[in-house]
């Protein structure tokens, strides 16, 4: 394992070296953010109550808007995940008779429950009588050729995954965002384009919005959060489209201008301000893994020297005894909870079992590193995270050491 560990990591050199660049470039424009809009101690008070005129909650919504380069954003803990803010802005945008589609595949497991189609679901969408079709992915990619015959007028919102959630598929990179962005608008100049952002964020140097999405989303759990924020969710883009979302996630004429803080409002602006070094370290570990379990025979997405458009490295391990046993090695490696044994089970909104190691400060934070795996063909683990690089090699290490001892 030494060994390998040493010629994994000179292989990984170079790659390493383009991730520090990244990390650079964000954590400038992170901070360059934070001086032109004057952050202060002031902006860290915590507010009770309705929290009318919280100047902290204000001053991060425009600082996610000036570091996603878009008009307006909506940051709230309010959000108790990511799907929940990816919900909150369909149900915001979309009414009755209105077609959704998503031109990345079948969306996340969790999404479509949101959708309702590809099974029932109470509350879904489908139920407010929201269409929804799929367009379907050609050799794992979007066909981008085809968006302009799939949408019709009625199309209302077409949705763009960037990662590639607990599928095969490679992530999208901003360039493929931008293409299919601009094929969307050439087709329905009307339709609202919307990228699913987690895992993505901090990943490139460009965002969704700046490359023509009209609206993303995302959890403050994942890379955004900078493994600091102790909950919540993210919405991006177009003012209207925000302004509505707003609507739903609070209530018609409330909107954005409530919402306690509870105590949070620093762990989220710090938390943003380490969040590109913190997805770098994650970056580096996603790499590394690559690299481990390639060199033992493992098909792996990406491959270790692949372009990464999220923070998720696939391992297909071909068996389900090996799927839990990596799961639970990288528990048993864990600062929390490290004497726990995850099991399979089925979780809310997931169609098939799925084990989870988190061994997490934050419960189920997946920028911490954390694996998780719905049990089914090809057994591919998804491993994602690790606030320091040195915790995710000590992980990924024994989770090899343990599958070659099974
Ligand atoms: C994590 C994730 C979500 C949202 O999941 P939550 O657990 O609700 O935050 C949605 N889409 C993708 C691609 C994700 O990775």
């Known amino acids: 394992m030494i060994d390998l560990k040493k010629s994994v990591l000179n292989e990984a050199a170079e790659n390493f070296k383009l991730v520090e660049e990244i990390s650079e470039l964000n954590t400038l424009k992170v901070l360059e953010a934070m001086r032109r809009l004057k952050i202060s101690d002031a902006h860290f008070k915590t507010s009770t109550g309705y929290a009318y005129g919280d100047i902290g909650r204000e001053k991060l919504d425009e600082l996610f808007a000036e570091i996603f380069k878009s008009e307006a954003a909506l940051v709230r803990t309010q959000f108790v995940s990511g799907t929940h803010a990816l919900a909150t802005a369909l149900f915001g945008i979309l009414r009755p008779n209105d077609e959704l589609v998503s031109l990345t595949g079948a969306p996340y497991d969790t999404l479509q429950t949101v959708i309702g189609h590809a099974h029932a679901s109470k509350g879904s969408l489908k ?70 952002n987690c895992y993505g964020e901090f990943v490139e140097t460009r965002e969704p919005v700046e490359v023509g999405a009209d609206l993303a989303a995302g959890s403050l759990i994942k890379n955004i ?26 209530a018609p004429g409330m909107g954005n201008e409530l919402g306690a803080s509870l105590g ?11 969040a590109p070094h913190v997805t770098a370290q994650a970056l580096k570990g996603a790499i590394f893994a690559a690299g481990i379990f390639s060199k033992l025979g493992y098909k792996t997405h990406p491959l270790p020297e692949d372009t990464r458009g999220d923070i998720i490295q696939a391992i297909e391990l071909r068996s389900a005894q090996r799927l839990i046993k990596f799961c639970q ?33 934050v419960q189920g934070a997946s920028i911490e590193l954390s694996a998780d795996a719905p049990l089914r063909e090809p057994y591919a683990v998804y491993l994602q995270g690790g606030l320091t690089f040195e915790h995710a090699a000590i992980g990924i290490l024994s989770a090899a050491q343990e599958l070659e001892n099974l």
């Open 264 to 274: 949070t409002p620093r762990l989220l602006y710090q938390g943003l301000f380490m």
């Open 225 to 250: 959060g900078g493994g600091l924020a102790p909950t919540g969710g993210y919405i991006v883009g177009r003012k209207d489209l925000v302004e509505s979302a707003s609507y739903r996630l609070t």
């Open 329 to 361: 090695a990288i528990q048993k490696f864990s600062p929390v909870d490290s004497f726990a044994v995850p099991e399979a089970w089925d979780m809310p909104g997931y169609s098939d079992k799925v084990i989870m190691a988190a061994g997490t400060f």
């Open 127 to 196: 139920e407010f009588g929201i269409g929804y079709r799929e367009l379907d992915l050609v050799e794992g990619k979007v066909d981008i050729a085809a968006i302009k015959n799939f949408l019709t007028p009625k199309t209302k919102l077409a949705l763009i995954q960037r990662s590639r959630g607990y599928s095969m598929r490679e992530p999208l990179t901003t360039s493929d965002i931008e293409k299919i962005c601009a094929a969307v608008k050439t087709a329905n100049p009307d339709c609202v384009t919307f990228v699913d």
